[in-house]
C-alpha cells in the first residue's frame, strides 16, 4: 500500500479558499498534506478525519531561509494555543489544521488580511509572472521576426505555425493570474473597509484549460518529427534535473544553517549554469553527431579530417534525367516540411567530396502553395532582393520549361545558373551546378518539378 500520494496541482498562489478546501478533502479521504509546490503536492496516508484548514501569509518569508524567522515560530506558538496545528510552508505561506469542531479563526482583521496577502504576492508571484509575461511577449516578437524574414519556411513548419497560439494562451493563462488578483484585491480592499474580508474564488477550469492547449500545441507540433521531439524531451529532461538538483541543494544548504543570502546565490548560480551547460551540450550534439535529425544518414566519409554524411533518399529530379553522369558518388538528400497552408520540400544532389571534381550536381526547392490567398506572399518573399548580395530575379522566357512564369537570378548585374519557376498551385527554384542549359533539358526539367 502506498504511504504517499503525489498530486497536479493548480493552485494561484493567494487563493487560500481553494486551498483550504482542498486539504480539508483530501484529509476526510485520509490524505494528509505534507509538502506543496508550484504544481507537485505530496500528501501522506493517514486515519480520514475532519479538519479544518486555514491558510495564513508571512510576508518576510523566504524559501531561502535557514529556518523560520522568529516571528513566524512566535505566530505558531499563538495558533498552537487556539488548537492550530502547522502543516506545511510554501514560502510566505503556512497551512494551519485544526480538529476543533468550531476553531477560532487565526485572522480576525480584514483590512490586516488583505493588506498581508497582497504584501506577500508582490514578494512571490507577481514578480516572476511579469518576468514570464515579458519573456513570453519576446517570444511573440521574435516569431513575429522569423515570419517578416522567410514566410515560406515559418508557414511550412508545424512548429513555427502552432508556435504562435501557443505562446498566446500561455500570456493569457500568465495575465489571467495577474488581471484576476488585482481584481480580487481591488475589491477586497472595499470589502475589507465594510468589515468583511472576500473570499478568493478563481476559475482553477480556465486556468487549467489555458495551460492545457499551450501544451497539447506543443506536443502536437512535435508529432511526427523526430527532431522536434528530441529537443522537446531533451529540454524536459534538462529542466526536470535542473530543478531537482538545484531543489536539492537548497535544502541541503538550509539543513546546515547556511545564511539565507548564500542559499540564493548558490542556488541560483547553479540553474544558471546548469542551464548553459545543458544548452551548450544539446547545441554541441547537434553539431557533432547530426543530432535531432529526421533520418540518420545511409553512411559517412572523411575527407580532410572531416567526417560527412551521405544520403540516398529519392529525388524526382536527377542528374540521370539530364545526362549520363558516369563513376560519380552522389548523396542525394529530401528534406520536407508540411502544414495546411504550405509544403516546402529540399532536395539535392551532391557529389561526393573530392571524388569527381567538376561533376554535374543539383539543388531545388518546390513550395506546394495549398492556400491561394497565400501564393503572392510565396511568390513576394522568394523573388524579394538581397541587397547583401546584390542578387535579384529578373524575368526569363517561360516557354521551354512548360510553366506558367521563369525568372532567372542575377547576381552583381550577372546571370546565374538559379532559376524560379512558377505554376498555379507551385513555385520551384532550381540551380543547376555544371549542366549546361538546352531546351531539352528545360523541358525535363519543367515537367519533373511540376509533377512532383
Given at each position: 500500500m502506498k504511504n504517499h500520494r503525489y498530486c497536479l496541482e493548480f493552485f494561484a498562489f493567494y487563493d487560500h479558499t481553494a486551498i483550504q478546501r482542498r486539504?480539508?478533502?483530501?484529509?476526510?479521504?485520509?490524505?494528509?498534506?505534507?509538502?506543496?509546490?508550484?504544481?507537485?503536492?505530496?500528501?501522506?496516508?493517514t486515519e480520514p478525519r475532519r479538519l479544518h484548514a486555514a491558510v495564513t501569509y508571512f510576508p518576510?518569508?523566504?524559501?531561502?531561509?535557514?529556518?523560520?524567522?522568529?516571528?513566524?515560530?512566535?505566530?505558531?506558538?499563538?495558533?498552537?494555543q487556539d488548537g492550530w496545528r502547522l502543516l506545511a510552508?510554501?514560502?510566505?505561506?503556512?497551512?494551519f489544521v485544526s480538529q476543533e469542531e468550531d476553531p477560532v479563526p487565526i485572522d480576525t482583521d480584514p483590512m490586516t488580511q488583505v493588506e498581508?496577502?497582497?504584501?506577500?504576492?508582490?514578494?512571490?508571484?507577481?514578480?516572476g509572472h511579469l518576468v514570464l509575461a515579458a519573456v513570453i511577449l519576446w517570444q511573440l516578437w521574435f516569431q513575429l521576426l522569423q515570419f517578416r524574414q522567410g514566410p515560406v519556411g515559418f508557414l511550412a513548419s508545424t512548429s513555427s505555425l502552432l508556435g504562435v497560439p501557443m505562446w498566446l494562451l500561455l500570456l493569457l493563462a500568465t495575465l489571467y493570474e495577474i488581471f484576476f488578483y488585482f481584481w480580487w484585491h481591488r475589491k477586497a480592499v472595499r470589502g475589507a473597509a465594510d468589515g468583511f474580508f472576500l473570499p478568493v474564488r478563481t476559475n482553477r477550469l480556465a486556468s487549467a484549460l489555458l495551460l492545457g492547449g499551450a501544451i497539447f500545441l506543443l506536443l502536437f507540433s512535435a508529432i511526427g518529427s523526430r527532431s522536434r521531439l528530441g529537443i522537446l524531451l531533451g529540454g524536459c529532461a534538462l529542466y526536470g534535473v535542473t530543478i531537482l538538483l538545484t531543489g536539492r541543494v537548497r535544502e541541503m544548504?538550509?539543513?546546515r544553517g547556511a545564511p539565507k543570502m548564500a542559499t540564493m546565490v548558490v542556488t541560483i548560480g547553479l540553474a544558471a549554469i546548469f542551464a548553459s551547460l545543458s544548452v551548450w551540450g544539446m547545441v554541441a550534439a547537434t553539431i557533432r553527431g547530426n543530432l535531432w535529425r529526421e533520418h540518420p544518414p545511409a553512411e559517412t566519409y572523411e575527407f580532410s579530417g572531416h567526417t560527412f554524411s551521405v544520403y540516398h533518399d529519392p529525388l524526382p529530379l536527377t542528374v540521370a534525367?539530364?545526362?549520363?553522369?558516369?563513376?560519380?558518388?552522389?548523396?542525394?538528400?529530401?528534406?520536407?516540411?508540411?502544414?495546411?497552408?504550405?509544403?516546402?520540400?529540399?532536395?539535392?544532389?551532391?557529389?561526393?567530396?573530392?571524388?569527381?571534381?567538376?561533376?554535374?550536381?543539383?539543388?531545388?526547392?518546390?513550395?506546394?502553395?495549398?492556400?491561394?490567398?497565400?501564393?503572392?506572399?510565396?511568390?513576394?518573399?522568394?523573388?524579394?532582393?538581397?541587397?547583401?548580395?546584390e542578387t535579384q530575379y529578373r524575368p526569363a522566357e517561360a516557354g521551354p520549361w512548360g510553366a506558367a512564369a521563369a525568372y532567372q537570378m542575377y547576381r552583381h548585374g550577372e546571370p546565374t545558373s538559379?532559376?524560379?519557376?512558377?505554376?498555379?498551385?507551385?513555385?520551384?527554384?532550381?540551380?543547376?551546378?555544371d549542366l549546361p542549359l538546352t531546351p531539352q533539358r528545360m523541358a525535363v526539367i519543367g515537367e519533373k518539378l511540376r509533377t512532383a
Amino acid at each position: 500500500m502506498k504511504n504517499h500520494r503525489y498530486c497536479l496541482e493548480f493552485f494561484a498562489f493567494y487563493d487560500h479558499t481553494a486551498i483550504q478546501r482542498r486539504v480539508e478533502e483530501m484529509a476526510a479521504q485520509g490524505w494528509l498534506l505534507e509538502k506543496p509546490g508550484n504544481f507537485l503536492w505530496i500528501y501522506r496516508r493517514t486515519e480520514p478525519r475532519r479538519l479544518h484548514a486555514a491558510v495564513t501569509y508571512f510576508p518576510t518569508a523566504s524559501p531561502f531561509d535557514p529556518s523560520p524567522s522568529q516571528g513566524e515560530l512566535t505566530m505558531e506558538e499563538f495558533c498552537a494555543q487556539d488548537g492550530w496545528r502547522l502543516l506545511a510552508r510554501w514560502g510566505q505561506m503556512q497551512i494551519f489544521v485544526s480538529q476543533e469542531e468550531d476553531p477560532v479563526p487565526i485572522d480576525t482583521d480584514p483590512m490586516t488580511q488583505v493588506e498581508t496577502v497582497h504584501r506577500s504576492m508582490k514578494r512571490a508571484m507577481l514578480p516572476g509572472h511579469l518576468v514570464l509575461a515579458a519573456v513570453i511577449l519576446w517570444q511573440l516578437w521574435f516569431q513575429l521576426l522569423q515570419f517578416r524574414q522567410g514566410p515560406v519556411g515559418f508557414l511550412a513548419s508545424t512548429s513555427s505555425l502552432l508556435g504562435v497560439p501557443m505562446w498566446l494562451l500561455l500570456l493569457l493563462a500568465t495575465l489571467y493570474e495577474i488581471f484576476f488578483y488585482f481584481w480580487w484585491h481591488r475589491k477586497a480592499v472595499r470589502g475589507a473597509a465594510d468589515g468583511f474580508f472576500l473570499p478568493v474564488r478563481t476559475n482553477r477550469l480556465a486556468s487549467a484549460l489555458l495551460l492545457g492547449g499551450a501544451i497539447f500545441l506543443l506536443l502536437f507540433s512535435a508529432i511526427g518529427s523526430r527532431s522536434r521531439l528530441g529537443i522537446l524531451l531533451g529540454g524536459c529532461a534538462l529542466y526536470g534535473v535542473t530543478i531537482l538538483l538545484t531543489g536539492r541543494v537548497r535544502e541541503m544548504m538550509k539543513r546546515r544553517g547556511a545564511p539565507k543570502m548564500a542559499t540564493m546565490v548558490v542556488t541560483i548560480g547553479l540553474a544558471a549554469i546548469f542551464a548553459s551547460l545543458s544548452v551548450w551540450g544539446m547545441v554541441a550534439a547537434t553539431i557533432r553527431g547530426n543530432l535531432w535529425r529526421e533520418h540518420p544518414p545511409a553512411e559517412t566519409y572523411e575527407f580532410s579530417g572531416h567526417t560527412f554524411s551521405v544520403y540516398h533518399d529519392p529525388l524526382p529530379l536527377t542528374v540521370a534525367d539530364l545526362t549520363a553522369p558516369g563513376d560519380v558518388r552522389y548523396s542525394t538528400q529530401a528534406e520536407r516540411e508540411e502544414t495546411f497552408l504550405l509544403a516546402q520540400t529540399r532536395y539535392s544532389q551532391d557529389a561526393l567530396l573530392g571524388e569527381a571534381c567538376g561533376a554535374p550536381e543539383l539543388t531545388y526547392t518546390i513550395i506546394e502553395v495549398k492556400a491561394p490567398f497565400l501564393y503572392p506572399l510565396c511568390l513576394a518573399s522568394v523573388t524579394k532582393e538581397d541587397p547583401l548580395f546584390e542578387t535579384q530575379y529578373r524575368p526569363a522566357e517561360a516557354g521551354p520549361w512548360g510553366a506558367a512564369a521563369a525568372y532567372q537570378m542575377y547576381r552583381h548585374g550577372e546571370p546565374t545558373s538559379w532559376y524560379l519557376l512558377l505554376w498555379e498551385d507551385r513555385l520551384a527554384e532550381v540551380r543547376l551546378e555544371d549542366l549546361p542549359l538546352t531546351p531539352q533539358r528545360m523541358a525535363v526539367i519543367g515537367e519533373k518539378l511540376r509533377t512532383a
